[in-house]
């Protein structure tokens, strides 16, 4: 793993999203070239393509996929009906270089705003 590359890995963790360990060791044993899952606040998540330890948006045609988790926690004796126990919502958003931090950042403003109700 190169310096630009811990260096985008610890702006994200500055706004809030961690990598996936296993993702990253994978990563390095592929030499650079992978995807990383990105965990967030409010179990928001998102994968990134690399190549060569690099970012790359274009590979992933500058679309980003984000999730928030939901998980029902009910008693044992109580159904759950019409829903299933865990679900995603998901937030497609289009990312250019001179603003994938901006975009990461709004995923989490607009994510978390979701409530269950």
Known sequence: MDEKFN???SRL???GYEPDNEDLID????????????YGPDRISVALKF????????????MLTF???FTVN?????????AEREFHIE????ALPNRFFEVM???IEVLSKVEVK
């Open 7 to 9: 260096e985008l890995i």
């Open 67 to 69: 999730f928030k988790k």
């Open 74 to 82: 009910a008693p044992s004796q109580a159904v759950i009906k019409g």
């Open 51 to 62: 190549e060569d330890f690099e970012l790359d948006l274009n590979g992933q045609g500058h």
């Open 27 to 38: 990563l390095d044993m592929y030499e650079g070239s992978g995807y990383v899952s990105f």
């Open 13 to 15: 963790q500055e706004i």
């Open 105 to 107: 950042t709004h995923a």
């Open 91 to 94: 937030l497609d958003l289009i």
